[in-house]
């Protein structure tokens, strides 16, 4: 995570994703050998930063109680972490960088895969998702694409609340479209 964040913290000061590898190494005090080890590609520096990411929105949505409003437990994981850490400008610009790198962008595309099975046993804790696996794991994808789409959104307008409005617009899509759990023991 060291390495990530002070490769990140390049990024930003550079404006751009220039910075190399005997650049990052050097900032953290390391030999590239080290990096390599960690990191077999530079692009791959990013993930870290994804994955604890990822991370949070997976705890939101785990201690979410059962009760709680899907939608807006989905826009608390994927859109308020930056703004808790006080970090919405720097995360903003952070993204712009990542969006604007076709390869760095593919990380950031390939992070969200590892969200499809949490995202999927939240709504199937409070919606009928069936049994049918194509159909259980659907509302999970679509709200990775939201999620993307939002920041994508986000990035272009500067403005914090865009990312909750595109959120929310597109997460009660989704759940507006699921079926209710039925309650067989009120029966």
């Not at 949070?56 to 979410?64: G, I, P, R, Y």
């Not at 989905?74 to 919405?88: D, N, P």
């Not at 400008?89 to 969006?99: H, S, T, W």
């Amino acid at each position: 995570m060291t390495i990530a964040v002070a490769a990140r913290d390049l990024f930003l000061a550079d404006g751009s994703t220039a910075a190399t590898v005997e650049r990052i190494c050097e900032t953290v005090g390391i030999a590239p050998r080290t990096f390599h080890r960690h990191f077999p590609a530079k692009e791959d520096v990013v993930m870290p930063l994804f994955r604890q990411f990822g991370v949070l929105s997976v705890q939101v949505l785990q201690q979410s109680p059962a009760t709680s409003n899907a939608v807006d437990t989905l826009i608390e994981a994927f859109g308020s972490e930056l703004a808790k850490r006080g970090e919405v400008e720097m995360g903003r610009r952070f993204m712009a960088l990542m969006l604007a790198d076709p390869q760095y962008r593919l990380r950031w595309l390939d992070w969200g895969e590892d969200l499809a099975d949490p995202i999927s046993e939240f709504l199937g804790a409070r919606f009928d998702l069936g049994a049918d696996p194509f159909a259980r794991t659907l509302p999970a994808q679509l709200a990775i694409q939201v999620s993307r789409h939002a920041y994508v959104y986000w990035v272009r307008s500067g403005d914090f609340d865009q990312l909750e409005s595109a959120l929310r617009v597109g997460f009660e899509m989704i759940v507006g479209a699921l079926p209710a759990r039925v309650d067989l023991s009120a029966t």
